[in-house]
């Protein structure tokens, strides 16, 4: 069974349709002109007040919020896209604002070629190094026989005392050129000798040390010798 | 005067230190260490000893290759194992320069070493490579070498075999025997006898109380000898020919009788002699009171 208003819309529906003439509309429009143009209509409508907005807009905001779609277009905002800027953004603006220099042009590419080449070096370096090897580290014990030098030396020098008491006797000979040169080499050998013997009781136990001491003192037996038969002749 | 003979002769066997031995039974401890670096050009080696027996070989090998024996000798383990710590011994590459030191030091709470200390270092090194040596109370070796070559040695041994390139080499109190040197040597010898044999190149030499003998010398380009209180002796082959500046003061100059005699100057008591073709090798030597002996085999 239908219900009321649905049967009102089909009668509404089925009713006949007046179809208003023309000029009714044109009479309607001039009377209306006719009105606008009189002089009361005028003066009352400048009479009017002007509409001002009621002060409820606060509420309506506040309803507004309230409102389950104001909820929605929240969310939605929260979850627009955000834009991020990129530093390369503020580095292109302030170089278009700031003139740049050629170190300020090239500094990375200077720097990517040092860090580059020391790098390199620093390969090649360790490389060299890598190569270097620690084959091995060893103690061995063994047991030798050797030979302990004993070895006690006469200081005093009898030669130069020699010398000493007898070149008052022979002064002329003992100013020649050639004794003092004998008594100069003579002379040499005992402070190398000196020398020697220090060096000997600093460091013994090194038998070359001796093999040089003995050698010395045959040298300074034969110096000595030369002077002496020089005296004699 | 016959009272003089024996003087001197009491005076001399006086002179003779008293030397004996006695036998002993030692420990020894020796610790090896090895160290190999690769070698570049322009690389050099340092070495700082002292109390080492150092032997350097020439190689064609582009690697350096270095034994150390660090040994003790004491009369029992312990001492020789606890004075072996008394060695100082770094080897290392800085850049260019390997250095190698060792140094035998006595703590400070200890009076006096009961042990015998010293080095053995046994290095090959490329041919070229620039040595550096220097040693104390050690001797040292070095053979086939070229390139720069300096060596101070004291107190000890030096001997060379087949030495070339460009050589400076002092010695205070030693030994030095070479075979076969060539290139450019300049030799400083102090209280240090040498025998040169088979010596070639240029040679300059200066020695004080150290006879030398050159023997059989080589191609010889040019000798030069200053030497001082020593007597200098060259001995070669009829087949050479120099041309010989020698100068003897307050000394001998002995030449064969085939050369004549050199005049003596009564009054400076210098003699003076010179012989030879221009165009043949120099050999200038110049002596002061010491002989000059030439021995033409």
Redesign the interface.
Known sequence: MKSQPDILRRLIRELPEYNVPEEVWVNISEILDKDYENDNLKRSISQLKPLTAPDQWPGIEKELRKDESDKVLAKAVAELPQYLFKKDLFESIHQKIKPRTAFARYWKIAAMIIFTVMGAYLVWEFQ??S????????????????????????DED??LR?IESNCIEFVVKCDA??FQ??L??YQ??RQ?EMV?LK?IHQ????P???K??????K???EV??SM?DYL?G | ?TG?RY??VF??L?????????????????????????Y?TGDIIKINAE?ARITITGSEKEEIIVTTKLIS?ART?EIAKSELSYHQYTIE?NKDVIDIENRIVLPKHVKE?QS?LFVEIQISIPTEMELQVSNN?G?TKIENKNGKTHVNSG???IFLVNVGGELKLKSY??DLKTDGLAGHSVLDLV?T?AEISGASGFINLKS??GDIVIDNPGRLRALNIESS?SDVTMVYGREQEFRYFLQAD?GELVIPQSFGVAPRDEIT?RLIWTYGDPDKPEINIKA??GNIILNVE
């Open positions: 060299k190094q190569i270097e090897v620690i084959q091995t580290e060893e103690l061995l014990y063994s047991s030798e026989t050797v030979l302990e030098l004993l070895a006690t030396l006469p009898e030669v020699f050129p050639i040169g004998l100069s080499h040499d050998l190398a020697l060096e460091n013994q136990h090194t070359q040390l001796v040089y001491l003995v050698r010395i003192r040298q300074r037996n000595g010798k002496i004699q | 005067m003089y003087i001197v005076f001399l006086s002179m003779f230190p008293c030397i004996s031995y006695a036998q002993e039974t030692v420990q020894v401890i020796t610790g090896t260490y090895n160290r190999t670096f690769r570049s109390k000798k383990v590459k070493f015998v109370y001797n107190f000890g041994d109190y030693g209280l006898p004080s109380l209180k307050f008591n002061n009171f």
